[in-house]
């Protein structure tokens, strides 16, 4: 089989290596499972088909029902404050690159106006008072069940002139970009906070004493043959390089030293 990226999105590969990615606390968790959904989300956009609108819907609808668990605005906020603050401190430092880190304190204030527009339930309120999204999100966790027997309304809509039914997809959308550039804000500046440096798992793996504070950890791998995985808490990360070892796709620990980069990211 040709070596493929295996990565938990585009944005988490680095050259042309593999990046696996595991969060050490639940608001870098739910901040990468948004970044996953709006990636999924921008990828089915484009397809006008009605297969396309169907894949594009559940993306949505996936997003929108993480939003509504969440105080995901207000975390954002916060957390956006807390970078500005940060970053502000170094405009006093003459080893800085003023131009780029001016453009990122714009930025956050750019998002961060947006985020102050947007309501704070809104996600909440679009899948309880939207009729359509409603009945949809009532059926998205059944298999098959948004099929036409089962949600007419929705059949009838997909049927409709594209232009249509791009603006009601647009219209959701919008609503969720601020969000969605804060989260994608957030873990670049996350992942930029630390170089990844070179080391080894003997026998296929390394126990390692985390840094504190330490809120994500990546590995770089350069071969597609094995794959890293990652337990970790607040002290310790233990990372455990495996491999298929036959066609059913049955999992092996490697049992050879391996070279591999990480990164413990922290703000």
Request: aromatic letters at 6%; proline letters at 4%.
């Amino acid at each position: 089989m040709a070596p493929h990226r295996i990565s938990p999105s585009d944005r988490a590969t680095d050259d042309e290596c593999f990046c696996f990615e595991q969060p050490l606390n639940e608001r870098i968790r739910t901040f990468l499972r948004l970044e996953h959904l709006t990636a999924r989300l921008r990828y089915r956009r484009p397809d006008n088909s009605v297969w396309g609108r169907r894949a594009t819907m559940e993306a949505l609808l996936d997003m929108l029902n993480v939003l509504a668990r969440h105080d995901i605005r207000g975390e954002v906020s916060k957390e956006l404050a807390q970078r500005r603050a940060s970053l502000q401190r170094l405009t006093d430092q003459g080893n800085v690159n003023r131009r780029a880190l001016e453009k990122v304190l714009a930025d956050i204030d750019e998002i961060s106006h947006a985020l102050s527009a947007t309501p704070r339930q809104f996600a909440s309120y679009l899948l309880r008072d939207n009729e359509l999204l409603n009945s949809l999100n009532n059926r998205h966790s059944i298999p098959g069940g948004s099929c036409s027997f089962d949600l007419p309304a929705y059949h009838h809509w997909l049927t409709q002139p594209a232009d249509r039914v791009e603006d009601d997809i647009a219209d959701w959308c919008r609503r969720i970009e601020p969000i969605e550039s804060g989260v994608g804000t957030l873990l670049r500046l996350l992942r930029a906070s630390a170089e990844a440096r070179e080391t080894r798992a003997e026998q296929g793996v390394l126990v390692y004493n985390t840094e504190l504070g330490t809120q994500m950890i990546r590995v770089f791998v350069e071969s597609a043959d094995m794959y890293p995985e990652i337990s970790a808490g607040r002290h310790r990360a233990t990372i455990r390089f495996m491999q298929y070892r036959d066609a059913p796709l049955h999992v092996t620990q490697a049992q050879t030293t391996i070279a591999f980069r990480m990164a413990c990211c922290r703000f």
